[in-house]
């Protein structure tokens, strides 16, 4: 069975930084593309940024690019996102999801920028 | 970036009916297009994919159709547990963008 399983997030103020973490499990996680979607509260959802399976392509939404890096560590079957220069509008629950076709999604991560 | 949009943004049905739920792109997004349920308080799941290729575990009530431009959601006869919202999503390019959504309630 797929699982992803994020975690990191929490209240930080803006200008701040913070690093979430998806876990993923089920599946050959070295073989598959990975993604960062976001959902604003009572919003739609964002595409936020992209990985490939070797690091070797990265994507980003303009609304982040130069603030959020996405990571991987094939060998821990985990995905990251570092944030910095947090903004309000970056509040949101983030989602880690797999592959191009967002097949899998975690349940989410809770990311609060306020003072 | 490709837009969007779905109509209705609200629809209103009875348990059996059959139901439409549309989807349109800005441009071409050729049949590389998604649908996705999300309940409340849930993650989103994926229903079917590119188009008309329905997700492992999914009834075959709900089935995709479409191309170019336009796509359609269809659900043969509504359940009670079909309540939810809808997204579309293409992933023909870079960024994927989604729908703005289709809140289905019971009438």
């Known amino acids: 069975e797929v699982q992803l399983v994020e975690s990191g997030g929490g209240l930080v103020q803006p200008g701040r930084s913070l690093k979430l973490s998806c876990l993923a499990s089920g599946f050959t996680f070295s073989n598959s593309g990975m993604n960062w979607i976001r959902q604003a509260p009572g919003k739609g959802l964002e595409w936020v940024a992209s990985?490939?399976?070797?690091?070797?392509?990265?994507y980003y939404a303009d609304t982040v690019k130069g603030r959020f890096t996405i990571s991987r560590d094939n060998a821990k079957n985990t995905l990251y996102l570092q944030m910095t220069s947090l903004r309000s509008e970056d509040t949101a629950l983030y989602y880690c999801?797999?592959?191009?076709?967002?097949?899998?999604w975690g349940q989410g991560v809770m990311v609060t920028v306020s003072s | 970036d490709i837009q969007m949009t779905q109509s209705p943004s609200v629809l209103s049905a009875s348990v059996g009916d059959r139901v439409t739920l549309n989807c349109k792109a800005s441009q071409n997004v050729n049949k590389y297009l998604n649908w996705y349920q999300q309940n409340l308080g849930e993650a989103p799941k994926l229903l079917i994919y590119?188009?008309?290729n329905l997700q492992t575990g999914i009834p075959s009530r709900f089935s995709g159709s479409g191309s170019g431009t336009d796509y359609t959601l269809t659900i043969s006869s509504l359940q009670p547990e079909d309540v939810a919202t809808y997204f579309c999503?293409?992933?023909?390019?870079?960024?994927?963008?989604f729908g703005t959504g289709t809140k289905l309630e019971l009438k």
């Open positions: 999503f293409q992933h023909n390019s870079w960024p994927g963008t």
């Open positions: 590119n188009t008309d």
């Open positions: 990985i490939s399976s070797t690091s070797s392509y990265i």
């Open positions: 999801t797999k592959g191009g076709e967002l097949d899998y």
